[in-house]
């Protein structure tokens, strides 16, 4: 069974001092939800750091609970229009395991519950007569909670009111919650999966969560056609070092996964404590990019505060004009020498 509350987390695990600190009703907490699944693996560190709270998520007051001020992009009730092209629908509130970097606390586990069929039509619509938006992430919390029937319904509508706009289905089901991906629900997914693509968008930010149960589920979605892609946030004492992100990128493309973005950690009321410094994640990129083909190489990003958008983090290899000269410019390789470009 799922672990909801501190009482029943330590008949699982001898909590330590800091995780016994932890103050469920504090302003802005996001509540305890240990999937049954990832309460097998709260031996490895770098697990339980994601899902067991800290009282250190009580002492943080400096980060903002909305940093992409989404509240000040709704479209409608659920859908979030903040780039031009793409817009997100907060599917529902729930989760199968709360994440406790989520940068979605103020509205994750808030018990508002599922998008129900008035507000679903209403973002379809929406998206219908908006023609630049090409794309819409299902997100939430995960899509992924919701009932088959729902589920039918969502894809449902969404085909019908915008059926060349591209779907995202984003969750963390495959890392968390892996059994949800039953015979039944794929043929939901195949049912609707005509017209413009899905795309599955999976988090999995240690090798340690990607089981081979994990892995069958995301192999269900990429057999019917469906491409995967990963996005990872980039976390102190999970995935901070270079050797556990290389055998991350590695593993998720023996499993069909593309790593599609390491994100920085959002300046979220209550995870401080989980921020990697942006010098370190620099550095971090830049010494993987040596190691990983293009293929395996994600985007080192950062979604600015303020809603400043999307910002891709990268070490500069480019040098300038060689001086002197105009036809020539000068770039370090990834292995630290010089090497002239014509222009």
Not at 142 to 149: E, I, V
Request: net charge negative; glycine share 6%; aromatic share 8%.
């Amino acid at each position: 069974m799922a672990i909801e509350s501190i009482e029943a987390l330590r008949k699982k695990i001898d909590l330590t001092a800091e995780e016994e600190g932890w103050n469920p009703d504090g302003p802005d907490t996001l509540p305890l939800l240990i999937s049954d699944h990832i309460a097998q693996m709260l031996a490895i560190p770098a697990v339980r750091r994601q899902f067991v709270p800290s009282e250190k998520e009580n002492q943080d007051t400096v980060g903002s609970p909305d940093p992409q001020e989404e509240a000040k992009h709704q479209g409608t009730e659920r859908l979030v229009h903040r780039y031009r092209n793409r817009a997100a629908f907060l599917t529902t509130d729930r989760c199968f395991a709360y994440c406790r970097h989520c940068f979605r606390r103020r509205f994750s586990g808030s018990l508002t519950g599922p998008a129900d069929e008035k507000a679903i039509r209403d973002a379809a619509l929406y998206v219908r007569n908006h023609s630049g938006i090409r794309e819409v992430l299902l997100t939430g919390g995960d899509m992924f909670t919701l009932s088959d029937s729902r589920i039918d319904m969502l894809l449902g509508i969404f085909k019908e009111e915008c059926p060349d706009v591209i779907l995202r289905l984003c969750t963390r089901a495959p890392a968390v919650f892996p059994e949800r991906f039953t015979p039944s629900l794929m043929e939901i997914i195949k049912k609707h999966s005509h017209g413009a693509p899905f795309y599955l968008m999976t988090q999995f930010n240690h090798p340690a969560e990607l089981s081979e149960d994990s892995a069958r589920a995301v192999a269900a979605f990429v057999d019917m056609g469906i491409p995967a892609m990963n996005q990872s946030v980039l976390l102190k004492g999970v995935n901070d070092d270079e050797a556990t992100l290389i055998e991350l990128s590695d593993k998720l493309l023996m499993n069909r996964i593309k790593p599609y973005y390491l994100f920085q950690d959002d300046p979220v009321k209550g995870t401080a404590h989980l921020r990697v410094s942006i010098e370190r994640g620099l550095e971090i990129e830049r010494n993987i990019r040596k190691e990983l083909s293009g293929l395996g190489m994600p985007q080192y990003t950062a979604d600015l505060p303020d809603g400043g958008g999307k910002v891709q983090l990268t070490y500069s290899y480019f040098r300038g004009r060689v001086p002197g000269e105009k036809e020539r410019y000068l770039f370090e390789t990834p292995d630290g020498e010089e090497r002239y470009y014509p222009e």
